[in-house]
Every structure is written in structure tokens, then in C-alpha cells.
């Protein structure tokens, strides 16, 4: 069976890209067997011909079990026994048919993208998502609020944004938004958390939205609660014409069972951004690598099983072009990012950032930071980089790390052998260390 929309590769799901099929270590990843099911241990057959495992891991008490997981930093990719000029690869995908020449969307978050931002993405090949939930829908005039927000001290800043943030979406406002970025040329993807979804869609389609995103801490196919009726993604879904989204998910089971809701992508991370604190405040969280290697697995299965492929976009915990790669490398069809683009001239935060929880009235989940601002958007892409951190030129990291390993699309790059090395950014870098050298700042 061959992977759907592999554009230069008849390889079959699960080959090696660059090693001998003979070598044992091969067959399974060595993070873990993402083509078939997570790092788990197999142990039959479930409902609907679903394998079924259970996990493997340390024991961290008496009776209890812990499986070891693995973010950006613990692992590296291996370089192939084959290399390919960079700019001969090619870093695109493809969501409902449709080709992007990025793999890259910007995160829906007030401080990274407004309809600026969203504009200049879509020109540059990428998606920049609007957070409808955002200032954007709830101010005619939000230049006068962002000056609130950016000049307000440390200590006052959470209680400043949850003030802003009380005031009323307006719908009429969610129509300008729309209409702007469409005007602008770009195309036009917003987002709304579970709770107002369905109105927002609806509202949404009609002002010609090309995508719509469902995004919140945690999303499941199974809610439940008796305060309110939880969204009902399958109906949704079927109201829309558009590309739905949904978000965000870290394990094999809750990915399989939104994937039978009929959504045609997935975002993969729960508190791994910059400004967030979900994995502070709540202690929920799975590593990035890990989760987008089970998630992959996930995708992987449901394709063999329905013919229907569903992207997963890793979203969050990426600083530089390496973290991006080890995403791809991971399984990831796509990446979500914020902090990076946040440093962009376009952006609406002026080199501030905050987290799409961080407004919430009782348990606030998300801070405010200073990134700074690094260039234009064009440059933070594609370069050209006057850092040696990774920061910028993300385009370029991808392209050479993609001929690095042999991998002439996104389809082979996920296949790249990975190592755990929790040193590999640490050996032989004793000046880099002592002068604050080649690590982001």
C-alpha cells in the first residue's frame, strides 16, 4: 500500500529511506514502532479490528507504571547514506486535495497572528490561523488594546488581558476579519474552541473562510457533561464544506477516534508552547516527539484501515529549524508554531506573546513573554539569518536537513532513523556554552 499524496516516492508505509532494510534496528523506530502502533506492547485485537496495547514502561511505585517519553531536545535524526541538494527537495502538503507550499501554519494566538500576518503567510505559501475567540472578533479598533497589553508590567499583565478579554465577541466582527484576509489574497483560516464552534463555523463558511479550526486544551471525540451539550464533531463536520481542524491531541486512541469523526487534520500538543502553562497549572502534557510518533501511528493505522488520509500538524514546543525537523522526522505532515512568529514585524503582539488560555476568568493557563521582534515574516521563513540559533531562515533548515538525510519530500523525512541523544546539543560545546552561544535568546 503506498502512502497518499507521496508525490516523488513508491515507497511502501514503513520503509527505511537511507538504511539497510537488513540492519535489525530498522524495522522498528527507535523512538518508537510508529508504523503500526506507538511504543507500546501488542497484545490483540480490539473492537473493530483495532490493535490494542498496553503500555510499556518503568515502574515508578509499587503497582504503577511509567513510559518514558521524549521531547526536541532528547533525540536527533541520523544523516543518510544518501544526500540531496536542498533545493531540489520538495516541503509541500496537501489538506483535502489542496497543495501548500509551506508545511508551516501560524499559531491562532492574538500576539502572533491578525489579519496582517494571516495576509502575509498565505503570500508566502503558508496558512496563519485568527483566533476568533481574540481581540480581532471583539474590537472594531484593537491597536488601542495591544498597547494595553504590551505596556502593561509583569505583575498586571494577566489581570490586564483578562479585562480585555471580557469584553463581547461581536459577529459582525468575525465577517470584517474574514473579509480582510480575503482581500488581502491570503487565505482565510479561523479558529474557535469547542464551546462556540458550531455558531462560528456556520459564521465563518458564510464570510468564506477557507478552513475552520476547533482548538482547545484538550479534544476529545467523547465529552461529556451535563452543564451543556458538548459539540458534536460529526455533525459539524457534515455542516461544513470547508477543511475542519481539530485540536489538540497527544495519544494513539483519542486520534483514532477523532479521525472517525471525519476531520481532516489533527493538532498534536498539549502545553508544549512558549506561553503556555498547561503542563504548570494542570500537569497534563506528553512530550512532542512522543506524541506526534503516536499520533502518527494513529494516522498510519487509519489509513490502512479506510483508505482516508489524515494530517497530523505538530503544534507547539518548536523554537528552531532543528525542532522543526525533528517534528517531521517524528511524523508530523505539518507544523503549528507561534513564539517564532511572534517575532515578526507583522505581528500584532510588537515582540510580545501571550497564550490562548492565559485570558481565562478563573484558572488562567497561558502568560505573557517577550520574544522580541526578529524581521519580516519573509525573513524569519526564508532568510537570510544574521543568528546562528535557528531562528530564522526555518525554510532553509528544513530544506538542508531534508538533504542531509536523503528525503526528497515531507512523505521520506518522516522515515529518517532518530537516535536518543540527550547530548547532541551539548557535546564538544563548552565555549558555545560558557558565551551563550548558538542556543536561541
Not at 491597536?143 to 499583565?157: F, K, M, N, W
Not at 528544513?398 to 542531509?404: A, D, F, L, Q, V
Not at 522515515?415 to 535568546?441: D, H, M, N
Request: aromatic letters at 6%; hydrophobic letters at 40%.
Amino acid at each position: 500500500m503506498k502512502v497518499s499524496g507521496s508525490s516523488t516516492s513508491g515507497r511502501e508505509v514503513g520503509e527505511r529511506v537511507d538504511t539497510d532494510r537488513g540492519r535489525r534496528y530498522t524495522a522498528p523506530n527507535l523512538v518508537g514502532w510508529r508504523r503500526a502502533i506507538p511504543i507500546y506492547g501488542i497484545v490483540g485485537s480490539g473492537p473493530e479490528g483495532r490493535m490494542e496495547a498496553k503500555p510499556m514502561g518503568m515502574w515508578v511505585g509499587r503497582g504503577r507504571k511509567a513510559r518514558v517519553a521524549y521531547g526536541f531536545d532528547d533525540i536527533a535524526l541520523v544523516p543518510g547514506a544518501v544526500t540531496i541538494n536542498p533545493n531540489e527537495v520538495d516541503i509541500s502538503w496537501e489538506l483535502c486535495g489542496r497543495r501548500f507550499d509551506l508545511p508551516i501554519l501560524a499559531a491562532a494566538m492574538d500576539g502572533v497572528v491578525g489579519p496582517k500576518l494571516a495576509v502575509e503567510m498565505g503570500r508566502l505559501g503558508g496558512l496563519g490561523v485568527l483566533n476568533l475567540e481574540g481581540i480581532f472578533a471583539r474590537y472594531a479598533n484593537p491597536e488601542d488594546v495591544l498597547d494595553r497589553i504590551v505596556s502593561a508590567s509583569q505583575e498586571e499583565a494577566t489581570k490586564i488581558i483578562q479585562s480585555i478579554y471580557g469584553e463581547p465577541i461581536k459577529e459582525d466582527l468575525i465577517h470584517t476579519r474574514i473579509q480582510d484576509i480575503k482581500k488581502g489574497g491570503g487565505p482565510a483560516v479561523v479558529s474557535s474552541i469547542p464551546q462556540r464552534a458550531e455558531r462560528f463555523a456556520q459564521i465563518a463558511q458564510e464570510a468564506g473562510a477557507d478552513i475552520f479550526v476547533v482548538q482547545s486544551t484538550v479534544t476529545t471525540a467523547r465529552h461529556v457533561a451535563t452543564e451543556y451539550t458538548p459539540v458534536d464533531l460529526r455533525k459539524l463536520k457534515r455542516q461544513l464544506a470547508i477543511p475542519l481542524i481539530i485540536g489538540n491531541v497527544v495519544t494513539y486512541e483519542a486520534c483514532l477516534e477523532l479521525m472517525d469523526c471525519g476531520v481532516d487534520a489533527l493538532l498534536i500538543g498539549v502545553g508544549p508552547g512558549a506561553a503556555c502553562t498547561s503542563r504548570e497549572v494542570l500537569g497534563l502534557g506528553v512530550p512532542q516527539v512522543t506524541a506526534t510518533a503516536d499520533s502518527a501511528a494513529a494516522r498510519d493505522f487509519y489509513y490502512k484501515r479506510t483508505g482516508r488520509y489524515v494530517p497530523i500538524i505538530t503544534d507547539g514546543g518548536m523554537t528552531t529549524g532543528g525542532d522543526i525537523c525533528k517534528a517531521f522526522a517524528s511524523g508530523a505532515d505539518a507544523v503549528m508554531i507561534g513564539s517564532a512568529f511572534a517575532r515578526a514585524k507583522e505581528a500584532p503582539g510588537r515582540g510580545y506573546h501571550w497564550g490562548m488560555a492565559t485570558p481565562h476568568s478563573n484558572l488562567p493557563r497561558g502568560t505573557r513573554i517577550r520574544v522580541g521582534i526578529a524581521g519580516p515574516l519573509e525573513q524569519i521563513l526564508f532568510g537570510p539569518a544574521f543568528t546562528e540559533d535557528g531562528t530564522l531562515n526555518l525554510v532553509g533548515a528544513i530544506r538542508t536537513c531534508m538533504g542531509s538525510v536523503g528525503a526528497m519530500n515531507i512523505k521520506e523525512l518522516q522515515q529518517t532513523e532518530l537516535i536518543i541523544a540527550p547530548s547532541i546539543k551539548t557535546e564538544g560545546k563548552v565555549f558555545q556554552r560558557a558565551q551563550k552561544l548558538g542556543t536561541p535568546r
